[in-house]
């Protein structure tokens, strides 16, 4: 047959297209031949997906509205009918429809607790509120938390519903529901302490706490919780708060000192009495995660109410083999880890550990595997659908990333079995010390990238630390915490108490010897978002998924490592207000000058820089040269001046590239190529300097300029309200330059009242 010249190339433009298109289309049918031999775990990645829209709501720089929260699910659920059996397209419409309802989630949430946050500060407030929680501090004193009635000088409109205030001398007979009244400094939630940093007032509005501050008097009982009238589900919880207080009460004085400080941590989650040395060994031997109540302490709490059921009904054949006693065990373990959770404070770690700890016992008692990856893929959907804010917190990161690292781990293992085994003796003991270590191992690496980027340190000697305390505390410390609460109740509790002391003894030990052996800890530098984000997706795909193709996620991690140190660091950094500044030397460590009040933020940036010095020797360098009116120093060729009083505007204007501090720029000032002013610094906060080598040019240019105004965006936490309409009491003192309180038993500045470090 003839062909045409025309048709003939219409034909080879056709052949053509399709040889390029052939190979894309023979990539998608394998990868969904790949997806369809993983039916069975499609599910397991739905809370991933849920988490993924949630974090492109906390990412993004703007609040979105309501309607466009609202109206993104019904597109995505318009997509997904409409792909309805188009294979990859409609798993793909799938998984934006999970995005985007956890995306309209977090707005709900965020709308949900909306509450008022005080707009600065404000001195000698007189303030009136119903005490939540009392939480004594390591040295002295206590802080309380209170449900806000009224803020002499604050509009109902302006009035935070809940304060935290430190106060250094505690009142006798203090409980929680107690109606008081006290003078107190109040401030907003603190902002990070440098661009990127932990954002305490977001975490703050999502608690509806609107304050924090400190007491310059003991409080005032005004009225008792037992002679106030409220609802009944208050009552219910001031009466659970002061089950609490209580037996915390009774433990410190069974076991006084560091000993029953922790003890009170592992039964009520009161860590407040603990010192910051014993929290630091804790910290740097790997062993913080026993004194947090999270799924190890309820698993060992639940796990022996189970097993010992179990026993007890076993010891009665009429009942052991006429009844589901598997079933009633369950139960009776699912009602203890449910008084457990009360009695530990509810905290966001012990409720995530409860609901995973209730799913499988529910699935006890229904016939089904107890131990599956679907289940922690229920409990992750919940609790992020309920407090979608959890997933930026690292505790939530941290324990879903070990119990799916571990799961994952165990069906591998389980999958590869040899059936060649331990005879004997031999066999319990490996698998008991095998399976430390292993956990141990596994669960390091798996959070790991994790500690990096939220905590910038890295424990190294964790296993050896956690292959002592682990045992200790699975079978002498909670189990005695156990028994505990089951004799408090007849006044028995002294003989547990001090089994628990024994074995928390030996734990604080291990913690301080390990903490203290050379290299325990590594300090690491800020690694970049896109760093954690590949690591993160690569953890996911290696552990969710069955089939050999769960390798990629290791070239995903991989490339996350490739890429951990591209954050380029800050040549300056210039605190709130211009107090704090600090420029990286020629040898790349920072150089700070400030008053002592700013120690606390620079503590924040030598973390951030991956630095372990303490911030005196960072202050003690001889970067800056000062006098009485300002100090100067190089940075890369640059001169870089911080005024401390306007006679050194004239000078600084004409010799300094970099001028930090002082008034608005004048007209006249033509010379610096960059004037940060103190009222600028306080309404932008830190701000961080980058320097860039500018092609024919002597001196470097500088790049950009970051605040942590600018990183946080425009959202509902970072907004500061106008002024209250009236005005603080007309004795308020004047403003101490030097960051510190009217008195010396009030807390400074440099100590920003326990809330960053909690």
């Known amino acids: 047959m003839d062909v045409s010249p025309e048709s003939a190339g219409r034909e080879g433009t056709l052949a053509a297209a399709w040889r390029r298109i052939s190979p894309v289309l023979a990539q998608a049918g394998g990868l969904r031949e790949s997806l369809e031999r993983e039916?069975?775990?499609?599910?397991?990645?739905?809370?991933?997906?849920?988490?993924?829209?949630?974090?492109?709501?906390?990412?993004?720089?703007?609040?979105?509205?309501?309607?466009i929260a609202l109206a993104l699910p019904m597109m995505a659920l318009g997509l997904?009918?409409?792909?309805?059996?188009?294979?990859?397209?409609?798993?793909?419409?799938?998984?934006?429809?999970?995005?985007?309802?956890?995306?309209?989630?977090?707005?709900?949430?965020?709308?949900?607790?909306?509450?008022?946050?005080?707009?600065?500060?404000?001195?000698?407030?007189?303030?009136?509120?119903?005490?939540?929680?009392?939480?004594?501090?390591p040295a002295r004193g206590e802080r309380i938390t209170l449900r806000v009635t009224d803020i002499k000088g604050l509009a109902p409109g302006d009035r935070p519903e809940r304060v935290r205030i430190r106060v250094m001398i505690e009142r006798e007979g203090l409980k929680p529901g107690d109606l008081v009244r006290l003078r107190a400094t109040l401030r907003p939630p603190s902002v990070p302490a440098l661009p990127g940093g932990y954002d305490f007032a977001r975490t703050a509005?999502?608690?509806?706490?609107?304050?924090?501050?400190?007491?310059?008097?003991?409080?005032?009982?005004?009225?008792?919780?037992?002679?106030?009238?409220?609802?009944?589900v208050q009552n219910a919880r001031d009466a659970l708060e002061r089950l609490r207080q209580g037996i915390g009460e009774r433990i410190r004085a069974a076991v006084p000192g560091e000993t029953g400080a922790?003890?009170?941590?592992?039964?009520?989650?009161?860590?407040?009495?603990?010192?910051?040395?014993?929290?630091?060994?804790?910290?740097?031997?790997?062993?913080?995660?026993?004194?947090?109540?999270?799924?190890?302490?309820?698993?060992?709490?639940a796990g022996a109410v189970f097993a010992s059921i179990r026993i007890l009904l076993a010891a009665f054949p009429a009942i052991a083999l006429r009844f589901p006693t598997k079933k009633w065990a369950a139960a009776a373990a699912l009602a203890g880890a449910a008084s457990y959770l009360l009695i530990s404070g509810q905290s966001v770690a012990t409720q995530r550990a409860f609901l995973m700890i209730a799913i499988m016992f529910a699935a006890v008692m229904l016939d089904r595997q107890a131990l599956a990856m679907r289940n922690v893929a229920i409990a992750a959907f919940v609790v992020l659908a309920v407090m979608p804010e959890s997933l930026l917190d690292a505790g939530f990161q941290m324990s879903f990333a070990a119990v799916v690292s571990l799961i994952a781990a165990y069906e591998t293992a389980r999958s590869q079995s040899s059936e060649r085994e331990l005879a004997g003796w031999l066999r319990p003991v490996a698998f008991f010390l095998g399976g430390i270590v292993l956990s141990t191992v596994i669960a390091s690496l798996a959070v790991a990238p994790i500690g990096a980027y939220h905590f910038h340190r890295s424990q190294q000697y964790a296993l050896l630390a956690n292959l002592i305390s682990v045992p200790i505390c699975n079978l002498i410390v909670m189990p005695a915490a156990l028994l505990t609460l089951v004799m408090m109740p007849f006044g028995l509790e002294a003989l547990p108490l001090a089994i628990m002391a024994k074995g928390i003894d030996v734990m604080s030990a291990t913690a301080h010897w390990v903490a203290s052996l050379p290299g325990a800890v590594m300090h690491i530098p800020k690694i970049s978002d896109?760093?954690?984000?590949?690591?993160?997706?690569?953890?996911?795909?290696?552990?969710?998924?069955?089939?050999?193709?769960?390798?990629?996620?290791?070239?995903?991690?991989?490339?996350?490592?490739?890429?951990?140190?591209?954050?380029p660091r800050p040549d300056v950094l210039a605190g709130r207000g211009g107090e704090l500044v600090a420029l990286r030397s020629s040898d790349g460590t920072l150089a700070a000058m400030g008053s002592r009040s700013g120690s606390f933020e620079l503590t924040r940036w030598l973390e951030h820089d991956g630095d372990a010095r303490a911030p005196r020797d960072v202050m003690r360098g001889t970067a800056f040269r000062c006098d009485g009116v300002g100090c100067i120093a190089g940075v890369r060729g640059l001169t870089l001046a911080v005024e401390r009083h306007p006679s050194a505007a004239a000078e600084d204007c004409k010799k300094a590239d970099i001028v930090i501090g002082g008034s608005e720029r004048s007209r006249g000032c033509a010379h610096p190529r960059l004037v940060l002013d103190r009222a600028t610094l306080r309404r932008d906060g830190t701000h961080a300097i980058y320097l860039a080598t500018a092609q024919g040019s002597e001196k470097p240019a500088i790049e950009k300029v970051e605040t942590v105004a600018s990183r946080r965006g425009e959202r509902?936490?970072?907004?500061?309200?106008?002024?209250?309409?009236?005005?603080?009491?007309?004795?308020?003192?004047?403003?101490?330059?030097?960051?510190?309180?009217?008195?010396?038993?009030?807390?400074t500045e440099e100590m920003p009242l326990d809330d960053e470090r909690d």
């Open 80 to 137: 997904a009918g409409a792909s309805r059996k188009a294979g990859l397209l409609s798993i793909l419409a799938l998984g934006v429809l999970t995005a985007s309802l956890g995306f309209t989630l977090a707005k709900l949430r965020t709308e949900w607790t909306r509450a008022p946050v005080l707009g600065h500060e404000i001195r000698r407030a007189e303030v009136k509120g119903i005490v939540e929680l009392i939480e004594p501090r």
């Open 262 to 301: 922790i003890a009170v941590s592992l039964i009520t989650g009161e860590r407040g009495a603990i010192t910051e040395a014993t929290n630091d060994a804790y910290r740097d031997s790997g062993l913080v995660h026993i004194l947090s109540i999270s799924g190890l302490h309820m698993v060992i709490m």
């Open 39 to 67: 039916r069975a775990r499609w599910f397991v990645w739905t809370p991933v997906a849920l988490g993924t829209g949630i974090a492109i709501y906390f990412a993004r720089a703007h609040e979105p509205s309501l309607w």
């Open 530 to 567: 896109m760093s954690f984000a590949l690591m993160i997706a690569g953890g996911l795909w290696l552990t969710l998924w069955q089939t050999r193709w769960r390798m990629l996620g290791l070239a995903a991690i991989g490339a996350g490592l490739v890429v951990a140190g591209d954050d």
């Open 716 to 747: 509902p936490w970072t907004e500061r309200p106008l002024r209250p309409r009236r005005a603080p009491a007309p004795d308020t003192p004047p403003e101490n330059t030097m960051g510190r309180s009217p008195s010396s038993d009030q807390p």
């Open 205 to 232: 509005w999502f608690q509806r706490l609107g304050a924090t501050g400190y007491a310059i008097a003991p409080a005032e009982i005004i009225a008792q919780a037992e002679a106030r009238d409220q609802s009944l």
